[in-house]
């Protein structure tokens, strides 16, 4: 998968919108851009993806610019529960040797 | 379908032991992924494999560590002879061509400890 690149951490507080930027300059065209979301003694689970453009569902929006060099993860209004570590992908795992590899993710931290 | 199931969720184990990690993948998912989660090194991608088949075991970190699927509902990765720094939470995911691409499902995960 294309290497990609978001901040450490970030702090926000109860009812903020928090806006994480992941870089991923190399990304192929049959690339697509995946957010993951990890609790605590959970496993990640997934959020959004997209291609191109904007993506919005129930927990978040991604937009994504026209070169596709970067996107922004969207959390609405976020409450306590959403602190967490938030991870960026890029990548096709239906092609030949692809895999999911995570980076290194961003600690999101939601104060009152 | 109960999602990707673990087992056991926690083990400690006396260094020199063999370990045994337990995944069983969400029917009809043909890819899975194992994954090694500590604070230093992040999430690890270990060896996956597609239609029961190892594809990519190059995160593999040593010779102690062995991965089998042998078959598409059940899958192992075992540790012999563990070491104290092989405590980390190890992780099954798994997925399907025919889901939404790069779309995966983690289990709660095993929080190996070893003394």
């Known amino acids: 998968l294309a290497k990609t690149t978001q901040p450490i951490s970030m702090d926000s507080y109860e009812g903020q919108e928090v806006n994480i930027t992941c870089s991923h300059n190399?990304?192929?065209?049959?690339?697509?851009i995946t957010w993951y979301q990890q609790f605590p003694s959970q496993g990640p689970r997934f959020i959004i993806q997209g291609y191109k453009t904007k993506v919005t569902n129930e927990v978040a929006s991604l937009f994504i610019p026209a070169d596709r060099k970067s996107s922004t993860l969207s959390l609405p209004r976020v409450s306590l529960s959403d602190t967490a570590v938030y991870y960026c992908?890029?990548?096709?795992?239906?092609?030949?040797?692809?895999?999911?590899?995570f980076g290194g993710g961003t600690r999101v931290l939601v104060k009152p | 379908d109960a999602g990707v199931i673990q087992s056991p969720r926690h083990e400690v184990t006396e260094m020199g032991q063999e370990v045994t990690l337990r995944c069983k993948p969400i029917?009809?998912?043909?890819?899975l992924f194992w994954y090694r989660q500590t604070m230093m090194r992040g999430l690890e991608l270990l060896i996956y494999?597609?239609?029961?088949?190892?594809?990519?075991d190059s995160g593999m970190p040593e010779d102690r560590f062995s991965a089998k699927m042998p078959n598409a509902s059940f899958s192992t990765l075992k540790i012999q002879p563990s070491e104290p720094r092989d405590s980390a939470v190890y992780f099954c995911?798994?997925?399907?061509?025919?889901?939404?691409?790069?779309?995966?499902?983690f289990g709660q995960g095993t929080r190996l400890t070893v003394v």
């Open positions: 190399n990304i192929a065209t049959n690339d697509y």
């Open positions: 494999f597609n239609n029961n088949v190892p594809i990519d």
């Open positions: 992908l890029v990548g096709d795992l239906k092609a030949a040797g692809n895999k999911l590899t």
């Open positions: 029917s009809g998912h043909d890819y």
């Open positions: 995911a798994s997925t399907s061509t025919e889901t939404v691409n790069t779309e995966a499902f």
